[in-house]
């Protein structure tokens, strides 16, 4: 008998509001992290789905144009919502403070926040039976993720299973 697939969900938010090219390694670096973490655990035969969250446009094409170059597919769901309209008061808020006191970690952690959190609402609609495991060394590869965690696909399906390798009939 064949017993149920762990899924893998792993989840990135990139809190940076700005595209550009002082971000831009770090905006690779993150989002490769990711495909390539996605892309192992599959490979080893175990389901994986990779979520990474933006917070502007510009960043979000950064990061489809990423998703583009190395071939990723749908292995890593690039999210990007319209935020809500406390998020945009939270963030208008925090980017006056930063300014005013010359401080630009106050923005960045407040709209790491806001990813954090729309992080898990999209998780929460998409993957949900997924389980979070904020202990960090049951993690995946040692990587301290926004978002881990683990869904078991009913059914009794394989990882092979769920390929779609079918020959007509």
Known sequence: MLRPEVR????VAFPHTDAGTSLDA?????????AYSVGRLSRSGESAVGYF???RQEVRDAVQRLQSRYDVGESVHIVFTSLLVSDMTRLDEATEAASNDGDPSVLTSVARQIAIETLRREIALQE????????RDSQPFGVPWDFYGRTQTPG?????????HHRPT
């Open 8 to 11: 893998h969900v792993l989840g």
């Open 26 to 34: 770090e905006l690779e670096r993150s989002f490769l992290r990711l």
């Open 53 to 55: 969250v933006v917070l």
């Open 128 to 135: 949900p039976d997924a389980l979070e495991f904020p202990a």
């Open 156 to 164: 009794g399906r394989t990882a092979c299973d769920s390929e779609s």
